[in-house]
């Protein structure tokens, strides 16, 4: 018996019985919002208009005045500033602009480069010490930089033997 309808029917059908079905809901449980949509009204009830105020037929009124006239400028809460995009930015602490920029970290990449021929040659202490020697005449301010002390600390973190206090002193003579 079910062979006897198309696709075409049943979808109509169904169609047809979803619209009664809504329909049916909408007139039992929304009654009185239906006929007030059909009507014009907004929740059964008649639209209102709002009261005219009596400042918009002041003369020289116009509704858009600028709000800090008549309230006058916000202020700020103490302690608080505006500055523009280029007055601030973010970093790790005092001096950080100097480890990024400068002469220290041209001095850290050149001994970065010299870490790599190390191991890329399989130098030793003695090669390091040639090639810091060279590396000393190509900055020689370095030695009296007050962030040698950093530089140091990066030779010590990184370099695959040890060196002493004097022999870090005697690189940057």
């Given amino acids: 018996m079910l062979q006897q309808f198309t696709w075409s029917q049943f979808l109509i059908a169904a169609l047809l019985l979803s619209i009664i079905w809504y329909a ?5 449980f929304y009654q009185k919002e239906f006929f007030a949509l059909l ?3 907004k929740n059964g009830k008649p639209k209102i208009e709002p009261l005219p105020h009596t400042w918009e037929k002041e003369e020289g009124f116009t ?6 006239a008549l309230l006058g400028e916000s202020k700020l809460p103490e302690g608080m500033s505006t500055v523009s995009m280029s007055g601030f ?4 602490g005092e001096g950080a602009k100097e480890h990024q920029v400068g002469l220290v970290p041209d001095v850290l990449e050149e001994i970065k480069m010299v870490f790599d021929t190390l191991t890329k040659e399989d130098g030793n202490k003695n090669n ?3 090639l810091m020697r060279l590396l000393s005449d190509k900055y020689p301010k ?4 007050p962030n040698i002390g950093y530089i140091n600390e990066f030779i010590t973190d ?3 033997f040890h060196l002493s206090a004097e022999e870090l002193e005697d690189l940057w003579i």
């Fill in 24 to 28: 049916g809901v909408v007139l039992i």
């Fill in 128 to 130: 390091f010490l040639n």
């Fill in 158 to 160: 990184h370099a695959p």
């Fill in 89 to 92: 930015g973010f970093s790790r």
């Fill in 63 to 68: 509704a858009d005045e600028n709000v800090s």
């Fill in 142 to 145: 370095i030695g009296s930089n």
């Fill in 39 to 41: 009507i014009g009204r």
